[in-house]
């Protein structure tokens, strides 16, 4: 991945009440629009302990491609692909 262009983002929190609207999928696809041109991919990473999490980045496109732990958590490790 060194010499590919990726944008890493942060965790992302949608409040109960939001939950299961696809408020997920829209704020990816939002970054997508907005970020394309500059990076060939989206880079995070997903606690393990949160499969909710990681059910909707799967369904936004993401990939699990590695996973570590740190801080006695597990991780996952995810890509999405904006050139597929």
Same mark, same amino acid.
């Given at each position: 991945?060194?010499?590919? &262009?990726? +944008?890493?983002?942060? @965790? #992302?929190? +949608? *409040?109960?009440?939001?939950?299961?609207?696809?408020?997920? @999928?829209?704020?990816?696809?939002?970054? &997508?629009?907005? #970020? @394309?041109?500059?990076?060939?991919?989206? #880079?995070? =990473?997903? *606690? @393990?302990?949160?499969?909710?999490? #990681?059910?909707?980045?799967? &369904? $936004?496109?993401? &990939?699990?491609?590695? $996973?570590?732990?740190?801080?006695? +958590?597990? /991780?996952?490790? +995810?890509? /999405? =692909? /904006?050139?597929?």
């Amino acid at each position: 991945m060194k010499d590919s &262009k990726y +944008v890493v983002v942060g @965790q #992302l929190c +949608v *409040a109960k009440n939001y939950r299961g609207k696809g408020i997920v @999928q829209d704020m990816y696809q939002y970054y &997508k629009k907005s #970020l @394309q041109s500059q990076y060939d991919y989206c #880079l995070t =990473d997903i *606690a @393990q302990s949160n499969p909710r999490s #990681l059910k909707a980045h799967l &369904k $936004t496109g993401f &990939k699990i491609i590695s $996973t570590l732990t740190f801080g006695g +958590v597990g /991780w996952d490790i +995810v890509i /999405w =692909d /904006w050139n597929e």
